[in-house]
């Protein structure tokens, strides 16, 4: 251990997902290398005064993402992990894409060339639109052999949502290749079934979306890919819960033993479905999928994310500008719900968020603030200990936050491409005065630093969270077509 460190963080209150103690932070060759006092450094931040976080580990990002219809999301990798920075995140998972039709390995290829203009460490999960033979035999062990370890499916939307027959395929493909799968569930004939009569009906404006997307139509598609996860034994995490009561299936699922995870993002803790209703077409400004719901839930959420049901605090960055004819304005001024497309961007507020939603507010303690935001995320994903924590030999991701300070947010302030943000005039406390990416400096006086090309992809190798149970409901393992006549361990027992 060298006595005198490339850098010393000095003076600061260091946060894990388990302690909050004053020390010094020595960082040599891009890695935490020693945590006490009186370190020396080449160079020394001082902290007093502020917490020290590990960086945030976003792992649900929309960035550069193609797209099949005229909207397009407007975050480049320079951009979206510019925003990253600036909101004390080190490490995003983003979404290397298969158009239907098209090959799932040429897509992370291209993937793989835009993302080397990353400002932050990134890796990716794998999303199929297509499930063909090709993709799920050929191309996907490989793919998720070279780190990618992570498989999102969509049940909703046209042109990259599945059907039954084809998720029940997928999940299966994913396990035998070893990864987790993390889906987007809602029931998407209802949605269209009733987006269809709402129009039909004149009912056309944003606040709308909502009606379209009602809670039920969430809570079905949670508990049947519950279904199909516990006869194929295959570990899963849903996206975006957005209530108390999908999030029951969770915890249903979980209270039977399966691996079965739940995120939630800032959205559904801050936004409601009254912002639908703004004035004009502005409520297209708060329109995500699910829907935004109501206060009630907001606090079932934080009901879920005390009990553990839910353990990830994700961004779902998915940003489209607002007035553009690539972003929310693509079907004109006063398009209808169903042509607007869902999303909204939200990297850079979501440790400000969460944090005065969550520690300022009294819903949570400072510790479990870091585990929604890093740690558990990091161990989900197959990241940790490398990222998601502050320990000797992590890396030095780190981000010095002023607990006190009081600001506002602003479209400004989210260092993104787009050209609004769903929380522009919230104020907040809590604020991030510098991160740091394995050492570097990427943002400091509210300025981004961090170079295009600074991050790295991160490559995630088996680990134990995701290892399939062995637990079937029959004595039989359809995925690998085994009899499980020795010692079958059933769900039911
Ligand atoms: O509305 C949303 N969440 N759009 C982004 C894509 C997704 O569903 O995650
Ligand atoms: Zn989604
Ligand atoms: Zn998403």
């Known amino acids: 251990m060298p006595t005198t460190f490339d850098l010393v963080v000095r003076g600061g209150v260091v946060v894990t997902a388990s302690d909050v103690f ?103 999960h794998l999303t199929i639109s297509d499930p063909t033979d090709v993709v799920l035999r050929d191309e996907l062990p490989t793919l998720i052999d070279s780190g990618c370890r992570s498989v999102k499916v969509f049940m909703t939307y046209d042109g990259i949502g599945l059907d039954d027959a084809q998720l029940i395929r997928t999940l299966a493909a994913a396990r035998k290749a070893g990864a987790l799968v993390c889906v987007h569930a809602e029931h998407h004939a209802l949605i269209a079934y009733l987006s269809e009569r709402l129009v039909a009906a004149g009912l056309t404006a944003p606040k709308y979306h909502a009606w379209a997307k009602p809670t039920v139509v969430e809570r079905e598609a949670i508990s049947r890919i519950v279904a199909i996860a516990e006869v194929l034994d295959v570990p899963i995490q849903i996206f975006h819960v957005s209530g108390p009561e999908p999030a029951e299936e969770i915890a249903r699922a979980q209270a039977r033993g399966m691996k079965v995870w739940g995120e939630t993002c800032p959205q559904y803790l801050t936004i409601t479905a009254e912002d639908l209703d703004r004035p004009g077409f502005e409520g297209a400004k708060f329109m995500f999928g699910p829907a935004p719901r109501g206060t009630a839930e907001a606090e079932g959420l934080w009901r879920a994310i005390k009990t553990g049901t839910i353990g990830v605090i994700s961004s779902d960055h998915a940003p489209t500008r607002f007035d553009d004819p690539r972003g929310k304005k693509v079907a004109g001024e006063n398009g209808p719900f169903t042509k607007v497309p869902n999303g909204i961007p939200g990297l850079a507020a979501r440790l400000p968020l969460i944090f005065h939603e969550g520690v300022t507010k009294g819903n949570i303690e400072l ?108 004595p039989f393992d359809p995925v690998t077509s085994t009899v499980l006549e020795d010692k079958p361990k059933l769900a039911a027992e």
């Not at 080449?42 to 917490?51: C, H, Q, T």
């Open 22 to 124: 004053k020390a010094d932070i020595g960082i040599a060759g891009g890695k935490v290398a020693a945590l006490g006092t009186d370190l020396e450094g080449n160079r020394v931040v001082d902290a007093d005064g502020l917490l020290v976080l590990p960086g945030g580990v976003d792992t649900h990002v929309h960035i550069e993402q193609p797209s099949s219809g005229p909207a397009q999301m407007c975050d480049t990798f320079e951009t979206g992990t510019a925003s990253a920075a600036a909101g004390g995140t080190t490490t995003v998972i983003c979404f290397a894409t298969q158009m239907r039709g098209g090959s799932l390995k040429a897509a992370v290829e291209d993937y793989r060339v835009a993302a080397r203009r990353a400002r932050v460490d990134y890796t990716f």
């Open 367 to 474: 510790s479990k603030f870091v585990d929604l935001i890093a740690t558990r995320p990091a161990k989900l994903y197959g990241l940790f200990p490398k990222k998601g924590t502050i320990a000797v030999g992590s890396d030095a991701d780190l981000v010095l936050f002023n607990p006190r300070a009081y600001q506002t947010l602003t479209n400004a302030g989210q260092h993104h491409g787009g050209d609004y943000t769903p929380y522009e005039g919230r104020e907040v406390t809590g604020k991030v005065i510098a991160t740091y990416l394995r050492g570097t400096c990427v943002f400091e006086n509210d300025t981004v630093v961090g170079a295009i090309g600074g991050g790295s992809f991160v490559p995630r190798a088996p680990y134990a969270e995701i290892e399939p149970r062995g637990v079937f409901p029959i």
